[in-house]
C-alpha cells in the first residue's frame, strides 16, 4: 500500500506533488498544490511535469504554487496504514491451503519449499 500519490503521466514513476485542473469553459489550464483526494477529472503531476506543462495554443495556463514540496504524511495515512497491516495479519476463518511445494528441485535456484500457509499476502515456507 502507498501513501503518496504517483505522477498522472504515462510511464513516469515519481510522487505527485501538484494536480493539473482544466477549465474549459475558460481555456485555462490551472496548476496547484496537490489536492487532498484524487478526483476524476483532475490529473496529479511531478514537479518536473508541472514545471514543463504547455497548454495549447490559446489557452492560459495559471500556476498556483511556485515551489513543490511533498506533503507530510497525515494521521489519516498512518491510520489507514495501520489498518492495513492488521487486516493483513489477521487469521483468515477459512480452512488453510493444502502444503504444496514451490519450485521443483530440478529448476535452477529453486529451493523445494514446502508453503505450509498465508499470512496476508505472504507465504509461509519450510523446507521440503
Known sequence: ?????????TACPRTALATLT???????????PLATYAE????DLCADHA??????RGWEIVRLAG??????????DLLALA????????PRLDAPPAARVVGRPSDEGASG???????????????G
Open 113 to 127: 519449499a514446502v508453503e505450509t500457509g498465508r499470512r496476508g499476502h505472504l507465504r509461509v515456507l519450510r523446507d
Open 67 to 76: 515551489e513543490y514540496v511533498e506533503p507530510e504524511p497525515s494521521h489519516d
Open 1 to 9: 500500500m502507498s501513501l503518496s500519490r504517483r505522477c498522472s503521466r
Open 51 to 56: 514545471e514543463r506543462l504547455t497548454a495549447p
Open 83 to 90: 489498518n492495513a497491516v492488521r487486516e493483513a495479519g489477521r
Open 22 to 32: 482544466y477549465v474549459y469553459s475558460d481555456q485555462t489550464a490551472v496548476i496547484g
Open 40 to 43: 476524476p477529472h483532475t490529473y
